[in-house]
């Protein structure tokens, strides 16, 4: 896991027009709470470090419970006056929703699956057919009817046995993605007695008694993996990690023929098995851990098919024979190319697919077993997103992929790898008439200081004159090596609609160009993250798209380090910003070992106990980095639950930002206190509400109250 935001970020950003802000009339009772001072102090390398606001950890403390509720009292009363406003966009964007629809069935098995969607409910109904899609429906999963009564329902594992019969899915009410294991008998219906706490990830043996499961330690990090035996009462322990920057899953290939347990750190990997029809073997290893040696495998006749940084950050493919798979063995088929980086692999009877990444773009790359002849899948945009789907079948000549861009709504595809034709199975619909002619998608580059180019890719109305004072809404992210790929979002569409350019910057630490991307923007490296973007928003005011009394920022999560961190640089450059769930106290963070994801991490942002690299995160962490000066209008935004970025990072954020700055402008803090988590709300419909409520803040704003 890692401090990433799950949800479509533009569904949650905002922005309007250039008149002033309407005014509020505060009285004493309507000011913002200010947090009291306690300070606890931090001795490292020599410094002290003092943190005034250390008391909000507190999470059981009726005072800082208090104080959370006073800065939620405090929003509610600013945000009062968009009430109207906030109705007007939900009412706008759901009416773009098909409420009621389906996904498109996968087949895996005798089973085709898939879910499907009521108006009027909150959470997607899981279902199945045999044999055929126009069989008698049965339902495996009504979340709605788990949800009855609950106030945040969510599910990770979801995993069907071989025959059919049994359902292993595991459910969280709190939004701490702390997930217990249950076991469903699809025939009866009925749950089993099956009940296991912090279970991660699972797996079944071909047996269809024999799950594997893995489950978390005290800090959130999956550790053990287990092998449970139905009915049974004693798990066996197959595996334990010692090494706290390593996580572990477990999973089936797609062949069916293994059980695969990846052990992973930010930059090693190493991969176990057993075979899927002997549960009872002991666990084997492909190829042992090597420092910085990152690999994964999927398996197709009788050779394991391994993508392997060994040769270069970009991976290369080789294979190895199941029957002896060490290094020595191994037989390269696709070669490392320094301009193209292989981001994942699929294996299927007679042929292998290859994600990839070329000049910031994904790609498809189709290799035929038998004949050894390769082509690409070839998109019509010059800016899209495209992944790999469910593909659960192994024999079988189709893939099928999702595509999108930010004027074509998410289409799946299911592709011949003889043929080369494609069949669109479904584009989303998008109700209200929505025509892509009227929109326009462009993709730009930026120059940072060192000379990079950085993309950044725009969408905004046909009609629009390009000019200085158009609104703006920049997005970034750029961390973990995650590319952020542009896609679709009907509620992008009520910005657009208001006049409103949204632009992604696709800045270092992310994935766009491969590994390279990521290794410019992470550990002593991470700087360049923030000064691409800062040129990315002095690139838009140059260019005539926007200047900076009409450019709003968002990111969330890592994405929120980076709000926090240009925000201290260079605060002049932006009208607004809205920072969700941000990861904006990286040292104190980074120093507590207990806390989920902070050992894990130390590979992607630094240790602060290592001298060198707590000077440089010392550097840019918002919370050390806030001082006397003036700032935009910030909304910052929270879940007492969250699990990825506790909730008093924002919060000791908010009360020192509040002490600190010199400006009069609006800094509003929302806190979820009910059960929600790092991605806010679990129900589609308050999800929605959520939504309106950002897109108002910043619209009134910028004076748009309609």
Not at 53 to 75: C, F, G, H, I, N
Not at 584 to 613: C, R
Not at 676 to 697: C, I, M, N, Q
């Amino acid at each position: 896991m890692k401090r990433a935001f799950l949800v479509i970020w533009v569904s949650l950003s905002l922005l309007g027009g250039c008149q002033s802000t309407p005014p509020r009339h505060a009285s004493a009772e309507n000011q913002p709470p200010i947090a009291k001072k306690v300070p606890h102090i931090t001795t490292i390398h020599g410094e002290r470090l003092v943190d005034n606001y250390y008391w909000l950890r507190q999470k059981d403390s009726p005072e800082v419970l208090a104080y959370l509720k006073a800065e939620d009292a405090y929003t509610d009363w600013f945000m009062k006056p968009t009430k109207p406003l906030q109705e007007t966009l939900y009412k706008e964007m759901l009416g773009r929703v098909q409420e009621t629809d389906q996904s498109v069935p996968y087949r895996q098995g005798d089973w085709f699956y898939y879910h499907r969607t009521e108006e009027g409910k909150q959470y997607p109904i899981h279902c199945r057919k045999k044999g055929s899609i126009d069989a008698p429906e049965e339902v495996t999963l009504d979340l709605n009817e788990m949800a009855r009564g609950k106030e945040f329902l969510e599910i990770n594992v979801y995993e069907v046995s071989d025959d059919g019969n049994l359902l292993a899915f595991s459910t969280d009410e709190t939004g701490f993605r702390e997930y217990t294991l249950y076991v469903k008998d699809l025939r009866s219906g009925e749950t089993r007695s099956e009940k296991i706490p912090l279970v991660s990830s699972a797996a079944w043996a071909s047996d269809n008694e024999t799950l594997f499961y893995v489950t978390e330690d005290d800090a959130k990090r999956p550790y053990r993996i287990w092998r449970h035996n139905l009915g049974e009462k004693a798990d066996t322990l197959l595996y334990e990690e010692k090494d706290a920057l390593f996580d572990l899953g477990v999973s089936r290939s797609r062949s069916e023929r293994f059980v695969y347990v990846s052990i992973s750190s930010k930059t090693t990997d190493e991969v176990r098995y057993l075979r899927a029809d002997h549960p009872d073997e002991l666990l084997k290893i492909v190829v042992p851990r090597q420092k910085d040696h990152e690999y994964d495998v999927d398996d197709g006749g009788d050779f394991f098919y391994i993508r392997t940084n060994d040769k270069g950050r970009n991976f290369r493919i080789v294979t190895a024979p199941i029957t002896d798979p060490r290094r020595e063995n191994w037989k390269e088929i696709v070669p490392q190319r320094a301009d193209v980086s292989i981001d994942d692999l699929g294996v299927f009877t007679n042929h292998f697919v290859l994600a990839e990444r070329e000049k910031g773009l994904p790609q498809i790359s189709v290799y035929d077993i038998v004949t050894g002849a390769a082509h690409r899948i070839e998109f019509p945009e010059a800016s899209y997103a495209v992944a790999m789907e469910e593909n659960a079948e192994f024999n079988t000549t189709k893939l099928r992929f999702t595509y999108e861009s930010l004027t074509t709504p998410s289409s799946v595809y299911d592709y011949d790898m003889i043929t080369h034709e494609r069949n669109l199975l479904k584009q989303q619909p998008v109700k209200g008439g929505y025509d892509p002619d009227r929109y326009q998608s462009e993709r730009v580059f930026a120059t940072a200081a060192d000379g990079t180019l950085v993309p950044i890719s725009l969408v905004y109305r046909k009609d629009l004159k390009r000019q200085s004072g158009n609104p703006l809404l920049l997005y970034g992210y750029g961390s973990y090596g995650d590319p952020t790929d542009v896609w679709f979002s009907s509620n992008r569409l009520s910005l657009l609609d208001r006049g409103l350019i949204v632009a992604i910057a696709h800045v270092r630490g992310g994935g766009e160009f491969g590994k390279r991307w990521h290794d410019e923007g992470r550990m002593l490296n991470k700087r360049n993250t923030f000064t691409d973007f800062i040129a990315c928003a002095e690139f838009l005011d140059a260019h005539r798209y926007t200047d900076a009394q009409h450019t709003v920022i968002e990111g969330a999560s890592a994405g929120g380090l980076l709000i926090g961190a240009v925000l201290n640089m260079q605060p002049r450059l932006f009208k607004a910003a809205l920072a969700e769930v941000p990861f904006v106290d990286v040292i104190n963070t980074m120093l507590d070992e207990s806390l989920p994801l902070t050992v894990g991490e130390f590979e992607e942002w630094g240790n602060p106990k290592i001298k060198e690299q707590y000077d440089y995160i010392k550097t840019y962490s918002p919370y050390d980095n806030v001082r006397r000066q003036a700032y935009p209008t910030i909304l910052v935004e929270s879940s007492l639950n969250d699990s990825q970025v506790m909730y008093w990072e924002p919060s000791k954020y908010v009360a020192k930002l509040r002490a600190t700055k010199t400006d009069s402008n609006p800094l509003v803090f929302q806190v979820n206190l009910e059960p929600s988590g790092h991605s806010g709300k679990s129900g589609r419909y308050d999800a929605l509400h959520d939504v309106a409520f950002e897109y108002a803040f910043m619209l009134w704003e910028f004076g748009i109250d309609k």
